[in-house]
Nanobody, 118 residues
Framework: QVQLVESGGGLVQPGGSLRLSCAAS????????MGWYRQAPGKQRELVAV???????NYGDSVKGRFTISRDNAKNTVNLQMNSLKPEDTAVYYC????????????WGQGTQVTVSS
């Protein structure tokens, strides 16, 4: 079973940058989809960005042009470069993975807090 561990969260000032990483373990196979969702207090979990093993990406509207997702298939890691951060980006960010194309249930990491504040 695939396990996901996020790192890189923390406190950053508005306009700053932060880079999140997620490492997958427990599988020797390439993971179909990896990505990030986030959840702020009192709000529903929302898409940040996802990327397939082939490199296709999909971004949430609120982060387009500011965030960039990338992955290293050999290492089964996914990264999220976050630039021009805004206070409304404050949330718990969760790494997610769909290990196989036939999987209907994803795997989730424990989450990492990102706080954008002066």
């Amino acid at each position: 079973q695939v396990q996901l561990v996020e790192s890189g969260g923390g406190l950053v000032q508005p306009g700053g940058s932060l880079r999140l990483s997620c490492a997958a373990s427990g599988s020797i196979f390439s993971i179909h989809i990896m990505g990030w969702y986030r959840q702020a207090p009192g709000k529903q979990r929302e898409l940040v960005a996802v990327i397939t093993s082939g490199g296709s990406t999909n971004y949430g509207d609120s982060v387009k042009g500011r965030f960039t997702i990338s992955r290293d298939n050999a290492k089964n890691t996914v990264n999220l470069q976050m630039n021009s951060l805004k206070p409304e980006d404050t949330a718990v960010y969760y790494c997610t993975a769909v290990p196989r194309v036939a999987d209907t249930v994803g795997v989730w990491g424990q989450g990492t807090q990102v706080t954008v504040s002066s």
